[in-house]
């Protein structure tokens, strides 16, 4: 299974309710120009887990609107800023573990989510455990064995880094 975990879009720095933010004109840019990347890849992801924060929604509904086919998409309530990335990885496993069937090394997921779980989600689903920091809108690409339940780091890159992929 390939794995895609991504930082929203740039988001407003003002605002005292953090959930409520909102997605900035760049922020949707990003998002965009993420969404091209994954059809100009041919990447048709089977699947979103999406933080219930405003920013990590905008960024997500961005990206799928860059699709012609529906995409599954769930928004998850412990993918947060402060949320722990063990205990996604055990709901992901206990996912897989329940409908193997539809969870091949062919599907591709996409989780939104926020700094620092995004970097801390990587190291999680990882061999060489690495935490690596995100710019607003970069992807982390890993190739996720579901037979061992963890994965390899194939690249980290953001949306200014689309020209030269």
Known sequence: MQIYIMRHGQANPTGSIDHLRELTSKGYQE????????NDSGICLSQIFVSPFIRAQ???????GEFSLAVKSQSLDFITPSDNAERFHDYLDAVIANNPSEYTHADHLLIVSHMPLVSYLVAELTYDAQSPIFQTAAIAHIDYDVTKMKGQLVKLFAPADLAAI
Do not use: E, M, P
């Not at 905008?58 to 799928?64: F, G, K, R, Y």
């Open 31 to 38: 998002a965009k120009a993420i969404g091209h990347w994954f």
């Open 58 to 64: 905008q960024t997500a509904n961005t990206v799928l």
